[in-house]
């Protein structure tokens, strides 16, 4: 049996994770009760800052180009 040795960056799986969780306050938020938006005010900025960080260690020519971004945003979520 052969392993995959490549590497799973941490930055896409926390994107990954909190999409879902800012998808599951903003369900609860307009199905259950409004109280659940003041989850956003730490989620939402948290999401902003692993995105921001994970863009940062795109290679150089995939900082150029639109889809350069996205290939590289694909491959690592």
Known sequence: M???KETVP???ML???L???NALV???GLTRNSGWY???CIT???LLTVTRNA???QPEGAQRNLAGQLRWLLRIW
Do not use: D, E, M, Y
């Open 2 to 4: 052969t392993r995959n």
């Open 44 to 46: 939402f900025p948290l």
């Open 55 to 57: 863009c940062r260690k």
């Open 38 to 40: 003041w989850v956003l």
């Open 10 to 12: 941490v930055s896409g």
């Open 26 to 28: 903003l369900r609860a």
């Open 19 to 21: 999409v879902i969780i």
């Open 15 to 17: 994107l990954v994770l």
